[in-house]
């Protein structure tokens, strides 16, 4: 059994890269998309009031641009499985609470840094495409960390409760 202190810091490490990450995305996308949020005003396809929308998409429109970025986004994290060649558990849910991690803090960090927004426009009033609020961020927020939390209390919860492999009496070692 591993002290939790130590379980920890990997994933301290990884949050800090997936914070970063999300931060230098979020600049990017400010870059691209300026004041007009969720592709409003980019050069793509959009379909909007659809019922699976609403229910996998928090009620916005699916565009072209988040049809392509969001899974490139999840092929990043996913991409130490693949080029491992070995699918684990762990990997899985590490990448995924970082998916979800990353796109909260990118998302946070698209509104608190943008020239447009900043934190006095960040509410329900100046962001139309957040239909559902709590608590003062969009539920999606609350959603993607509590997953992620969970997820990564998952992983350290793991590796503080597994035993080390140890060779059965009267077997080679």
Do not use: C
Not at 117 to 140: E, Q, T, Y
Not at 150 to 160: C, Q
Request: aromatic share 22%; charged share 10%; net charge positive.
């Amino acid at each position: 059994m591993k002290p939790v202190g130590t379980a920890w810091r990997p994933l301290a490490v990884y949050v800090a890269w997936v914070w970063l990450m999300a931060v230098f995305f979020a600049q990017v996308e400010i870059q691209i998309e300026g004041a007009a949020g969720w592709a409003a005003s980019l050069p793509t396809w959009r379909i909007s009031g659809h019922w699976a929308l609403d229910l996998f998409w928090g009620g916005r429109p699916m565009t072209g641009y988040h049809a392509w970025v969001f899974p490139f986004m999840a092929l990043v994290f996913f991409f130490p499985l693949a080029f491992s060649g070995r699918w684990q558990w762990r990997g899985a849910a590490q990448a995924l609470a970082g998916l979800m991690l990353f796109w909260v803090v990118e998302d946070f960090a698209w509104f608190i840094l943008n020239p447009a927004f900043g934190w006095s426009r960040f509410s329900p009033a100046h962001i139309p495409w957040h239909l559902r609020w709590w608590w003062g961020l969009p539920v999606d927020y609350w959603i993607g960390l509590l997953g992620s939390a969970g997820l990564l209390g998952w992983l350290v919860w793991r590796s503080t409760t597994d035993a080390p492999a140890t060779p059965r009496s009267g077997s080679a070692p």
